[in-house]
């Protein structure tokens, strides 16, 4: 699942315990810097536990986000809790818990908008929210079990110029530009969610993960 056989295997391996006493639904969260795999990493703890016999599906808190050219004409980065439209996020978790199905338009990367058609979320046991926005303080309390990715600063910007230009179809220079207030945002709305973290892992620029021991 990953080269390193940390999180993937780690959260699967908490979450199928958690289930063992106590009833579905189970709510996981996933958060960190953007471009760290997030989305690769729920990906593979949907696919370890159907592995074991876990129905599980993943949102991103990407969906619930402004698009860029509103957050643009605000004047706000997507790590700006004012760029997440937290209502309707609250309102797809309530449905989850509920076991009641509910629709996302997903997030488009490069261009910066939500697709027009809308993908339905079924009930199923685990639901894994990743995101930026993953551990907001009005969401928080409602995850089982909560993932913070972790880097150094220049690994993690480093990682994110490399998606801006090759996610987002940037040039170099307006890639490196973004990134400074950005990164004031991160560390004043979404660094400190890394307190409230059941698991934290590190993550470098080939995308291995190690679990950070005592954290947490």
């Not at 978790?93 to 009641?100: G, K, N, Y």
């Not at 997903?106 to 995101?131: F, Q, S």
């Not at 991160?186 to 021991?213: G, H, T």
Request: hydrophobic share 40%; aromatic share 6%; with cysteine.
């Amino acid at each position: 699942i990953c080269s390193c056989g940390m999180p993937p295997p780690v959260s699967a391996t908490l979450t199928h315990t958690a289930l063992e006493s106590r009833p579905p639904p189970f709510l996981v969260a996933i958060c960190g810097w953007a471009d760290t795999g997030k989305s690769t990493l729920a990906a593979r703890l949907r696919a370890a536990l159907g592995r074991l016999g876990v129905s599980a599906d993943s949102i991103s808190t990407d969906d619930f986000m402004r698009d860029r050219a509103e957050r643009n004409a605000l004047g706000i980065s997507g790590y700006d809790l004012r760029s997440l439209d937290v209502q309707a996020l609250q309102g797809a978790l309530a449905s989850f818990v509920d076991r009641e199905p509910f629709s996302v338009h997903p997030y488009d990367n490069r261009t910066g908008t939500k697709n027009p058609r809308p993908r339905t979320i079924l009930p199923v046991e685990v639901l894994v929210g990743e995101g930026i926005h993953s551990l907001h303080p009005d969401l928080a309390h409602r995850m089982d079990l909560k993932v913070f990715i972790d880097s150094g600063e220049a690994t993690l910007r480093q990682m994110r110029h490399r998606a801006n230009i090759h996610k987002r179809g940037m040039a170099a220079d307006d890639a490196a530009a973004r990134i400074s207030s950005e990164w004031q945002d991160y560390m004043a709305a979404v660094r400190p969610r890394i307190e409230v973290a059941d698991l934290v892992v590190q993550v470098d620029m080939e995308f291995n993960y190690r679990r950070v021991e005592g954290a947490a």
